[in-house]
């Protein structure tokens, strides 16, 4: 069981397709990308996360990026966990009959999906791809 998010690279097909004009390696240029729009998430993560005994924050990740097909994406969150860690993050996350939730990922994401397409963008724009 795993507690994440997932950063989905669409949104910038116009750039890609510009990649792709321009004869550069599309695949490598979206994978330096996503994974320059992960690190203002997790860092939000990792600022937003409950640090009782800090085991929580010591599993949030990158994970990625990973290719299906055409499809670019990385996995941000609780990562490599074991099931004790991984049922701790859902229940903080989303909260039990006994327990509020203190959510950390969901909040993280809708904060920083802007800050997030703004890395990816300048990641290629900083290659000189576009």
Known sequence: MATKGRLEFSGLANYLEELARAGQDVDAAAARAIEAGAEPILKEMVRLVP???HNLEHHLKVDGPHKEGNFTFIDIGV???DANTAIYGNVQEYGSA???AQ???RPA???KKAAA???MKESLKGEGLV
């Open 79 to 81: 990562i490599d966990a």
């Open 117 to 119: 397409m703004r890395a």
């Open 109 to 111: 994401l809708k904060a």
């Open 51 to 53: 640090k009782d005994t």
């Open 98 to 100: 006994s327990n509020a």
């Open 103 to 105: 959510p950390y990922i």
